[in-house]
């Protein structure tokens, strides 16, 4: 699918992963992209591979570094049309009576906060873009309850209202605001987790991932490229009439484990 105009589009932490996906797909849809990521050597890698992509190194957990990232990201497109809110850490592993209170405060501060900065510095540009998209990519844990995720999961909830009270606040400038839900996502991190839970149970890695996949209709992980394609079908004329909605793509989850 090809956009209808050349958009200008902000991604966050775009050099790898979900993120190096939907760079990828704009760029091929005509968009002119601007990427930050705190991944230094991901970033000039890209720059490389991608021209069009102009690239900055940015922690938006850091707001004065955010602020100022949005608008350079303005500055070099000559304004936004679209941000696509990426960025977020996955947090500890523990139940809530063993959280570090120091990595709750982590989360929250990149996953919600970083997001709430990077939008509300992005919001009068998108005014100006006249059709102007935020997507922001929350999870199955928006979803579901997360054993022993508790910070993931209430950052991923938090971007739900975050969504939909962004559409109505801003439907009346005609900006878009969705979330995109993805399950368990194909790549070296998934396949990482199942190796180490093979490792640890004594089963096969087969065993484990097809485990991993007993909560779902669709028997495969997702694929970034499809995350990729929804978030350009959302950005285009072709979405037009889609706001304030979670979308999940993640093969019918029933759970998130």
Not at 154 to 173: C, D, Y
Request: glycine content about 10%; aromatic content about 6%.
């Amino acid at each position: 699918m090809t956009t209808q105009k050349a958009l200008r589009v902000l991604v966050t932490a775009g050099a790898g992963g979900i993120g190096r996906a939907i760079t990828e797909a704009f760029v091929s849809a005509g968009a002119n992209v601007f990427v930050c990521d705190i991944d230094e050597a991901g970033l000039q890698q890209m720059q490389a591979q991608l021209p069009r992509v102009t690239t900055s190194v940015c922690d938006i957990a850091d707001r004065a570094a955010a602020s100022r990232m949005v608008a350079d990201a303005a500055s070099a497109l000559g304004g936004l049309d679209v941000l696509i809110n990426n960025a977020g850490i996955a947090g500890p592993t523990a139940s809530v009576a063993d959280v570090d209170p120091d990595a709750w405060d982590a989360v929250m501060r990149l996953n919600l906060t970083g997001t709430f900065t990077v939008t509300q510095q992005a919001i009068p540009h998108l005014k100006q873009s006249g059709s102007g998209v935020i997507l922001i990519m929350s999870s199955l844990a928006g979803r579901f309850g997360y054993p022993n995720r508790s910070p993931y999961a209430t950052t991923k909830w938090g971007l739900i209202g975050f969504t939909k009270t962004l559409s109505r606040e801003l439907g009346e400038f005609g900006v878009r605001v969705n979330a995109i839900l993805p399950g368990a996502v194909d790549g070296p991190r998934i396949q990482q987790v199942l190796t180490g839970r093979a490792s640890a149970s004594g089963r096969s890695f087969e065993q484990e991932t097809a485990a991993a996949l007993a909560n779902q209709s669709i028997k495969h992980f997702v694929d970034p490229a499809d995350i990729a394609a929804l978030a350009v079908f959302l950005a285009s004329d072709a979405g037009r009439s889609i706001s304030g909605q979670m979308i999940p793509i993640d093969g019918d989850s029933q759970s998130a484990s």
